[in-house]
Each structure stands twice: as structure tokens, then as C-alpha cells.
């Protein structure tokens, strides 16, 4: 089972940038995706949520309206496109994968700064 997460990066407030997870070792439309973040201070908290088919997805109230989540069920991929990004944006993002009601997967992650 694997989750190899890219796209973070360095980006100034107001920027964009788009989050891939790649899943691989699993079946994948068996899997709810979500991606968390994690800061020194915060913790871990859960970002996005999508369904197994894709059609329903959920976010944490910070992110409402400036992130999506989306997944591709032929390419075993999810994504996370992050506009109008915020210093508080700033943490390592995780891809996650789970299965009711014992599987969760996870990658290794990827650093999201949000900086001027």
C-alpha cells in the first residue's frame, strides 16, 4: 500500500497551488479520500473529504470555498487545488486513505508554505 503525495511548496499569500496524491497497492474505489494538515500548533486536522465515486465531498470550515478536493478512479489518483492561500495555510499536508472500518492509509506528506 502506497500514498505518494507532491505538489507543495513555497507560495505567497493569495497564491495557488495543487496537491496530487498517487495510490497505488489497494483498491482505491474502495477508499474514502481526505487530506489532512498538520502545524506545530494546531495539531492535526482533517482539510477535505471525498467520496468513493467521487460525487460528495466535504471541507473543514477554513478551507470552504477556497479548496477542492477531486479524485481520479481510473488513475488511482486524488488531488487538492488550493487557492487564495493563507500564512495559516502554512503545514504538512497528508493524503489519506480509509476503508470502514479498519483501513487507513497514509502518506508520507508534503510542505505547504504560505509566505510573502
Known amino acids: 500500500v502506497q500514498l505518494v503525495e507532491s505538489g507543495g511548496g513555497l507560495v505567497q499569500p493569495g497564491g495557488s497551488l495543487r496537491l496530487s496524491c498517487a495510490a497505488s497497492?489497494?483498491?482505491?474505489?474502495?477508499?474514502?479520500m481526505r487530506w489532512y494538515r498538520r502545524t506545530t500548533g494546531k495539531g492535526r486536522e482533517m482539510v477535505a473529504t471525498?467520496?468513493?465515486?467521487?460525487?460528495?465531498?466535504d471541507y473543514t470550515d477554513s478551507v470552504e470555498g477556497r479548496f477542492i478536493i477531486t479524485r481520479d478512479n481510473v488513475k488511482n489518483m486524488v488531488y487538492l487545488q488550493m487557492d487564495s492561500l493563507q500564512p495559516e495555510d502554512t503545514a504538512m499536508y497528508y493524503c489519506?486513505?480509509?476503508?470502514?472500518?479498519?483501513?487507513?492509509?497514509w502518506g508520507q506528506g508534503t510542505q505547504v508554505t504560505v509566505s510573502s
Open positions: 489519506n486513505g480509509f476503508r470502514f472500518p479498519d483501513r487507513d492509509e
Open positions: 497497492g489497494f483498491t482505491f474505489t474502495d477508499y474514502i
Open positions: 471525498i467520496s468513493t465515486d467521487g460525487t460528495s465531498a
